[in-house]
């Protein structure tokens, strides 16, 4: 009984997930609670809660959630739902869709900005996100922040 109740906590929305300082993830992130990145992720994130992307975070791909709070760097399309808060040290370059954004002096947004409402969708199926193309496919994974700069 108890193995049960324990894993019904790990799938609840209030779960977090971390992806470390140092770890690499190849792939797309799919759950209903927060994903917080302090590493790298090349690839889609679906987050049913909120997503963190801290100061030395790097996530290349989508990402959809319902609350954003950006620090490092992002290079692809947010889409959130609710609020987006984009950190002083925070770099975005790509499409940005939020109901509302705050946005720190020192942030590097380039890219186009909509607001308004928006529906981020359900949970994405296993290989159905869109076509991410073959630049996040090839090159070297980088493994700090100076080799995730953008040309």
Partial sequence: MARGKE???AQSPSA???IGPGMRV???CVTEGTVR???????????????VVG?????????RTQDAVIAG???????VASRLEVQG????EGEVHARRVQLEEGAVL??????GDIDVGAPPASGSFPDRGEALQDGPVPHDREKRALP
């Fill in 89 to 92: 040290s925070a770099r975005i």
């Fill in 73 to 79: 760097e992002v290079v692809g399309s947010l889409m």
């Fill in 110 to 115: 380039n890219g186009d900005i909509r607001m």
């Fill in 55 to 63: 100061t030395e975070g790097g996530v290349h791909g989508e990402i």
């Fill in 16 to 18: 977090i997930s971390i």
């Fill in 26 to 28: 190849i792939g797309d």
């Fill in 37 to 51: 990145v302090e590493g790298y992720v090349r690839g889609s994130i679906w987050a049913g809660k909120a997503v």
């Fill in 7 to 9: 894993r019904d906590e």
